[in-house]
C-alpha cells in the first residue's frame, strides 16, 4: 500500500471509519476530563458522547465542506470546515487523524487543503478551537505547527447547584 496521501470528499461510505477515528481520538481527552470533573458531572454532561461525536462528524462531513485523508482505500483521517461571511472568517471544525499514525504529517495537509477552499470562498481569517487540556495536546501542536499562532484562551468552570 502507498504511503500517498489524498485528501478528497466525504461521501457516506468513509462515515463509519471518521466516526471510529473521532471515538478513538476524543476517548483519551474525555479520560482528561472524567479526572479533572469527577465522575458524577462527567456523566451527567458526557454520557453517551461516543454517538453524539459520531453525529457531529457525520453532520460535519455531510456539510459539504466535509473531506477525508486517505491512504489507498483506507480512512485515516477527517475535517470539516465552516464560513462566516460577515467576518470572513473559516473555522476548522470537526477533524482528526487516526491515533494508531498520528506524525506522517496527515493533519497538517488536511488544514492546508481546507485553508485553500476557504480562500477559495473568499475568507480571509482561518480559526480553530481546541481545549486546554492536557488530552488537547496534541491538537494544540498540530494547529500551532499548521501557523495557528494567536490564541485566546478559555476556561469553563462548573458548580453543583
Not at 473521532?22 to 458531572?41: H, N, Q, Y
Amino acid at each position: 500500500m502507498s504511503n500517498e496521501v489524498k485528501i478528497v470528499p466525504a461521501k457516506e461510505e468513509h462515515l463509519q471509519a471518521a466516526g471510529d477515528i473521532a471515538i478513538a481520538a476524543w476517548t483519551p481527552i474525555r479520560a482528561v476530563f472524567r479526572e479533572r470533573m469527577g465522575d458524577e458531572l462527567y456523566e451527567s454532561q458526557f454520557a453517551g458522547w461516543q454517538e453524539a461525536k459520531r453525529k457531529g462528524v457525520e453532520m460535519g462531513l455531510r456539510s459539504g465542506r466535509g473531506y477525508v485523508a486517505m491512504i489507498g482505500d483506507r480512512v485515516v483521517g477527517f475535517i470539516s470546515y465552516a464560513v462566516n461571511e460577515e467576518t470572513k472568517t473559516g473555522e476548522i471544525c470537526g477533524n482528526a487523524v487516526d491515533p494508531e499514525i498520528r506524525g506522517m504529517g496527515i493533519g497538517p495537509k488536511m488544514y492546508a487543503f481546507v485553508q485553500e477552499k476557504m480562500r477559495e470562498e473568499g475568507m480571509i481569517y482561518a480559526t480553530v478551537n481546541t481545549g486546554l487540556d492536557d488530552g488537547h495536546t496534541p491538537a494544540r501542536r498540530a494547529y500551532e505547527k499548521a501557523g495557528f499562532e494567536k490564541n485566546l484562551p478559555s476556561v469553563r468552570y462548573f458548580k453543583k447547584l
